[in-house]
């Protein structure tokens, strides 16, 4: 694949997965205002969301989109706001990325589990 | 008009600083000719660049009380309500000497944008019967008036940031003969804009936009260019 073809390729990507987000944090935002009741606490958190296997995928894609479209921007700010050679703006963005993704669905996996699921 | 201006002039080159000039006030007087004046009365050594004065050669530009304008066609008493002017060479571009800067890069991206007319006719051909009203027309029409000045890439904070970023003033170019019906060059043109370098870069701060003297929309153009890229990269055409 062509130099140009693959940067055509993360702005696409990144501009997809924003249109994820934008839907992703929207219900996240809403579910958090019409549920939360008694104030924010885990407790109410893990007994709402927790071993639900249609709140894990929901955040297990929105994890996914996040891990996509940030390393993007983060490799865009990288490439304006530093000297770095483009290899190690690359490599940075990609390691941010696959931390991003890891920690996420870490955290999505261990929400499922503590719901009994 | 009476009364004298103060006038902070660019003198030297990266490395320079600003010189004090005071300069008397005269009706209907544009920011070129306080240049003139200072150049011709106070200090001949003074180095800038104009040609025809009237807005089409766009020869003049400079960073005038810190924004990039075309000084022929700036009038003193619309940028200068306070009596005090600040000129200085183009941002975003080297300065050779006072207010006079390289435009070779400038140019260059012009060039690596694919900003050259390929012809598809040769001239035994009859003219190309393009409709004024066609909708790839209108777009190309859109952006031809540009005179080449470098303001929108003085303007642009991407160019500062980015210094390979190829610019509105290429990208708007590439933009009108990418709606061309007659150019030969589109699916290299598109190659040439596509990537880090080129279109996807834009921001859409619009700083083009906001200070092109010939109100064109380099923005916009970018844009066009955005979608026309991420189709050819869709229907596998890069």
């Known amino acids: ?117 | 008009m009476q009364g004298t201006l103060s006038v902070s002039i660019w003198r030297g080159g990266e490395a320079g600083s600003f010189q004090p000039y005071e300069v008397p006030r005269r009706d209907n007087q544009t920011v070129l000719d306080v240049v003139t004046y200072v150049q011709r009365k106070l200090d001949g050594s003074l180095s800038y660049r104009f040609a025809c004065r009237v807005g089409m050669c766009g020869s003049c530009a400079m960073m005038v009380n810190g924004r990039p304008r075309w000084t022929c066609r700036t009038r003193v008493s619309r940028v200068a309500s306070s009596g005090k002017l600040t000129i200085a060479p183009l941002r975003n571009l080297p300065v050779i000497k006072d207010l006079t800067v390289d435009m070779t890069d400038f140019f260059d991206k012009w060039a690596k944008a694919g900003g050259v007319f390929k012809p598809t006719a040769t001239r035994a051909e009859d003219f190309a019967a393009i409709r004024p009203t066609d909708s790839k027309r209108r777009h190309a029409d859109a952006g031809i008036e540009c005179i080449g000045c470098g303001i929108c890439y003085a303007a642009c904070d991407v160019v500062a940031w980015k210094p390979g970023y190829l610019g509105p003033a290429a990208l708007n170019r590439a933009w009108t003969l990418v709606n061309d019906a007659r150019d030969g060059n589109g699916a290299a043109r598109l190659r040439a804009v596509a990537g880090d370098d080129g279109c996807l870069a834009c921001h859409s701060q619009q700083g083009c936009q906001e200070h092109c003297p010939k109100h064109l929309n380099p923005t916009a153009a970018i844009a066009g260019l955005k979608r026309a890229v991420a189709v050819a990269a869709l229907k596998g055409r890069l």
């Open chain 1, 1 to 117: 694949m062509s130099a140009e073809k693959l940067q055509t390729c993360l702005w696409l990507v990144q501009r997809i997965s924003a249109s994820v987000l934008a839907v992703a944090v929207a219900v996240h935002l809403i579910t958090i205002i019409a549920a939360v009741q008694g104030g924010l606490t885990a407790a109410e958190i893990i007994a709402r969301v927790g071993g639900n296997g249609a709140w894990a995928a929901f955040y297990g894609v929105f994890v996914a989109a996040a891990a996509v479209h940030a390393p993007i921007g983060v490799r865009t700010v990288l490439q304006e706001m530093t000297p770095l050679p483009n290899f190690s703006v690359n490599a940075l963005s990609a390691l941010f990325g696959i931390g991003l993704l890891i920690m996420g669905l870490d955290a999505v996996s261990i929400l499922y589990r503590l719901g009994g699921g």
